[in-house]
Each structure stands twice: as C-alpha cells, then as structure tokens.
C-alpha cells in the first residue's frame, strides 16, 4: 500500500476505513472486513459515537493475530466540547479507553469550534465558547502535551482553513503534522492544499464520495452526485472500473490521504482496491475541469443565530 510520511519517517497508509456515519451494530463488522481485505489505517472521531465498537474489534483482530497494534495506522479526534487545556488529555484517554488502545498514531482537532463541557451540538448561546474564552492556541497546547505524554504520535487538526493554521503554526511548538478536510473534485481547495505542501502538512480527505448517507437534515435540495458525474463516470469506463474508485484514486494521485466509509464488504474490498487504478494526467486535467463546485459538509450546523461563529471562521475563500 501506498503511504505518505510524517516528518520523522512514521507513515500513513494511503487509504484508510472512514467510520462517519458507520452505526454500532455494523461498525464492528465494517473494521474487521476492512482489516481483513488489508486496510491498515483507520479513523475515528469521538463524536461518531461508535469507538468502543470499533474498539471491540481490534480487541478482536489483535486476539486472533490478524494484525499487530504497530501495523495500524489509527487516527481519532477531539470534539469541540473538550478543548479546555485541562480538558484534551482527558478526552484523549477517553478515547483510548474505548479503543482499547495505549496510543493513537494521529490525534487531530476536530473543528476550530468550542462547546461548553458536556455538550454535544451546542444550541443555545450559552452552549459555546468563543476564541475568547477557549483560544485555539489552548488546545494547541494540549494537543502538544498529549504527544509529549505519548498518548499519540502525532497531531494536527482538522477543518482549518489558512489563517488558523498559521495561527496554530504561530502560537506553538510543534507544527500541525495533518490537516484533514473535505476533498474531491467539487472541492479541490488548491490554494490550502498547496499552502499544506509548502509547510509540510500532511493532508487527509474527507467525505470523497460526496457522503451520500448523511442525515437528510444535513443535505440540501438538489445536491449534485460525484457518484453519478458524467465525468468521474466516464473514466469509470475508460478504466474499467467503478465512479468510487475512480474518485479515491483522485485522493492518492494528490499524494493526500482518503477515507472513503463503507459497512459493506464488497465496498470495503472495491475501495481498497482503487490503488490499482493509474489515472493519468489527462484524467486528472478532466477532474480539475469537472465543472462543479461544491461542498458537501458546510459547516452551517455550527454557525447557526445563536453561535458566535461564522463561515468565514471556518471556510477558505476559493
Ligand atoms: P455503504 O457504507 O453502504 O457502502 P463518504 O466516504 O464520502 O462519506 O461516502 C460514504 C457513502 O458512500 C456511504 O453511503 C457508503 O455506503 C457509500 N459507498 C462507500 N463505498 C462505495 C462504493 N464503492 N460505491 C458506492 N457507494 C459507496
């Protein structure tokens, strides 16, 4: 398996088993049919709500030697509830706890978004904190501390645009190793990506395939299909292949990291099996040129009457 590598040598595994979305009862199943088809990078979050499954299966795994702890690559992340100094170390052992793991290879800030302690989507004013109250420079230090205490191997952050990162780059001692975000041809965001390049910061992309089973709260009327885009299609002919495969290869042919979700095994298998596909540059120069722009996950959920948050504190302007 193609991987990218952190700056100390450690690598991660190109493609990597999404669990967004992935419920208890079949999140179990998903991981261990992922293992077994070779996936060795997994990524989780808190907030999905499902890492002790998750947990119980690489329990499993190890148990009946599937796979050894060092030959996972696992990334998890911080919910915005927890970003407190005192409170990042805390979480992260939560997390571990549920994982059944000593350590994560990557632990990232979820969202440049703070909650109150206890709250999972913050409603009311009164449920968030802003930069004021929680800095981000705060969580950065924790994050630090819990890579010092080697809780993780490494840490980064996720949904930032430019400005905070280089906030975060300011304000710290060590610099975001990952940057994970929304990335596909709707939303190749070139001018962070390339931003990334130049200061060394690995990339993941998230929701590859367009998230199509997101709740349909989240989803707006008439969202264009990447699965169903005459020209992810069309090279889905030319090669031979399927629309899925064809826009994770879009991800490893940009040297960034992809973490299609899948509970089905068939897919699970087909999507693994993208690093087989050889896009060349004429295909790539079609996907720049797709002709759509748009983002999936647009953050609105945060930025709502009562959030002291706005778009323009999460989002690059293309
Ligand atoms: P399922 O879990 O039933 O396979 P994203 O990774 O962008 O969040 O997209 C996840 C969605 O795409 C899920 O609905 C998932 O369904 C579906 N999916 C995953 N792999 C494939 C595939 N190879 N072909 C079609 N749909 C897929």
Not at 125 to 140: C, K, S
Not at 161 to 175: D, F, H, R, V, Y
Request: net charge negative; with cysteine; hydrophobic share 40%.
């Amino acid at each position: 398996m193609k991987s990218i590598t952190f700056s100390n040598g450690d690598q991660m595994p190109i493609i990597g088993l999404g669990t967004w979305k992935s419920k208890p009862g079949e999140v179990y199943q998903a991981v261990l049919w992922a293992i077994e088809a070779g996936y060795r990078h997994i990524d989780c979050a808190a907030i999905y709500d499902n890492e002790k499954e998750v947990g119980n299966a690489l329990d499993k795994a190890f148990k009946d030697g599937l796979v050894k702890r060092e030959d996972l690559f696992i990334t998890s992340k911080l919910w915005n509830s927890n970003h407190r100094l005192d409170d990042v170390v805390p979480a992260l052992k939560k997390t571990l706890k549920d994982l059944q793991l000593d350590y994560l290879d990557l632990y990232l800030i979820h969202w440049p978004v703070s909650f109150k302690k206890g709250v999972s989507f913050a409603q009311t004013r009164e449920e968030f904190y802003t930069y004021g109250d929680v800095p981000l420079a705060q969580t950065w230090e924790g994050m630090e501390e819990a890579k010092n205490l080697g809780l993780t191997k490494h840490i980064g952050v996720s949904n930032f645009n430019i400005s905070k990162l280089q906030e975060i780059i300011n304000s710290g001692t060590i610099a975001p190793e990952m940057l994970q975000v929304e990335l596909h041809p709707f939303l190749p965001q070139n001018k962070l990506v390339n931003f990334c390049k130049e200061k060394g910061i690995l990339l993941t992309a998230y929701s590859p395939l367009g998230s199509g089973d997101r709740a349909a709260s989240s989803k707006k009327a008439n969202e264009p299909s990447l699965l169903e885009n005459e020209t992810v299609k069309e090279l889905a002919s030319k090669h031979g292949v399927t629309a899925a495969q064809v826009l994770v290869s879009y991800s490893v042919h940009r040297d960034i990291a992809v973490i299609p979700k899948s509970v089905n095994q068939d897919r699970i298998s087909q999507n693994l099996a993208s690093i087989e596909v050889n896009l060349d540059e004429a295909d790539m120069e079609k996907l720049a040129n797709i002709g759509t722009a748009y983002r999936f996950i647009d953050g609105s959920f945060f930025t709502g009457a009562q959030s002291p948050y706005k778009l323009t504190d999460l989002w690059e302007k293309e």
